[in-house]
């Protein structure tokens, strides 16, 4: 048991997970929590979550941890929703795909004798909600923390082990760097896939049932990640916008130099392309960050 | 059984699925094949997968349906190497993902007494080569049928039965059209996924490592379909150029449109966009198309 009590604020995918997860590691004495929504808490108390709260104050009382599990641009709110409650000593954590605007949000509202050690962990699904989470979420996943210089190391340590605990693999990083990296490896990813689909979506002559009917040909992919919470993803692009239009900028940039490359009948620009994106996919299975089964692992497999 | 004989030229993912499906459903008799490549020949004959020829012209020999499984860019020379041993009454069809170009490049070769009667099954993996197939590849997917108005109808029935044995739904559309659609579907999806990884392998600051490490925020699942055969999509992009041009026209468009919204900070547009993109995931998931499991089914889901 690393905290003898802890408080999760919004019980969506990240915190039902973070329930389960602790749940089977043991690493807390008791969880509570708190959600915004009547009906999320609800939910959350009828699949017997974790002693849920009706009031943000109440939930984080005597906690050790308080992990803020909201939109980042919920974070502010919540962090000045829970301060009163607060106890001396306290961690408050995040868990939100943004961290420079994050700790702008919540820095103004943690009280003296409170530290905020802001977190990400780099793991989701297309699901939301109080039932979307399950104990293996964080598994052989990444966890980025964020300490700052004022950061106490023993309460570093904790949320790290805590983290651990969960499953993942914990590494620091400052929040600039954390807010690059992520515009590359998620927000840009995010945001082309949902452009892509609105664009399928928009078009008239090439009908919704056809778009649908033959999703399996590519698109498919891009439909799960388009189908992320719509809140969420309004605040990550939003607070993480210098970043992300770089990136974008970027993106935009290489799009032009293959759709140049098509136009003008350019195969071998596009080969040599196409060849070396490959060897990134070959890193990342071998990193264990994903399954080398054709298709994700959907198809069936078997020769005969 | 349809077929008495067929011959399978290229010997990648889809003809070693094919045979694996027919083997699978007893479709044919015989099942033979070629690939220009030695490796690949001597790889089909190690693995059983069917009778082997050294040319093109040799395998189809006596065959009653002829399919072309090579990159777009090579269906005119494959169509010209299997012409001198075409059987008359004959059936050519080809698996190519583009079907004018395909269409103009294959049919002078076409012997008199020998129909050419176009396919694409929208199925695949990122995996290529004789040992990547396997029988279920097609199994409840779309294969789309492009007759023309010489298509004998006796044909394009059996055909049609035997996608339908290999476990595809059939269904048939004219080659413009099956390029447009395609073009929203496929092609123009794997060009955006091929330039966010090369945009990620580009980034300096970034390092690969980092890239690989954190890719499960969502930048994953575009590297798979940007580890498909480069070849293949090369082909792909050349021969149709027009309706991927226009569709990715279409998608940097709205890609400004999201970024200048990000810019303004115009929160209600993205929110709406992303709830839009919401309902067509939906869709995909109610015609089974996909999985409605979490992370394609990738995670392993148990509360506890």
């Given at each position: ?20 997860a ?11 929590g ?9 939910t ?20 050790d ?23 001396p ?77 969960l ?40 009908t ?5 009917k ?7 992919d ?14 990550v ?14 993106f ?29 996919r ?10 080398s ?12």
């Amino acid at each position: 048991m690393i905290y003898n009590r802890i408080a999760l604020i919004g019980l969506g995918l990240i915190a039902s997970s973070i329930v389960w997860a602790a749940k089977r590691g043991a690493l807390a004495g008791e969880i509570r929590g708190f959600d915004a929504s009547p009906e999320a808490r609800e939910t959350a108390r009828r699949i017997g979550l974790c002693d849920v709260f009706d009031s943000a104050a109440e939930a984080v009382e005597g906690a050790d941890l308080v992990i803020l599990c909201v939109p980042v641009g919920a974070m502010g709110q919540a962090a000045e929703a829970i301060a009163p409650g607060l106890k001396p000593g306290a961690v408050v954590s995040d868990v939100g795909s943004v961290k420079r605007a994050v700790i702008e949000a919540v820095t103004p509202h943690i009280p003296k004798g409170v530290q905020f050690i802001p977190a990400h962990p780099l793991a989701g699904t297309e699901h939301s909600g109080p039932e979307a989470g399950f104990a293996a979420l964080f598994d052989n996943r990444w966890c980025l923390v964020v300490p700052s210089p004022e950061s106490d190391a023993a309460n570093v340590a904790d949320l790290r082990a805590f983290w651990e605990g969960l499953g993942a693999h914990v590494d620091e990083m400052d929040a600039d760097h954390h807010d690059l990296v992520l515009a590359v490896t998620s927000h840009t990813p995010h945001l082309i896939a949902y452009t892509m689909v609105g664009v399928a979506d928009d078009l008239r002559r090439v009908t919704d049932s056809e778009v649908i009917k033959y999703s399996a040909a590519g698109f498919r992919d891009f439909t799960r990640i388009a189908a992320s919470d719509p809140t969420m993803w309004r605040d990550v692009f939003l607070s993480n916008k210098d970043a992300t239009l770089e990136i974008l900028g970027r993106f935009t940039e290489e799009l032009f130099a293959l759709q140049r490359a098509i136009r003008t009948g350019d195969g071998q620009l596009l080969h040599d392309y196409f060849t070396r994106t490959r060897a990134i996919r070959r890193g990342i299975i071998d990193a264990g960050q994903d399954t080398s089964a054709p298709d994700f692992g959907r198809a069936p497999v078997g020769r005969k």
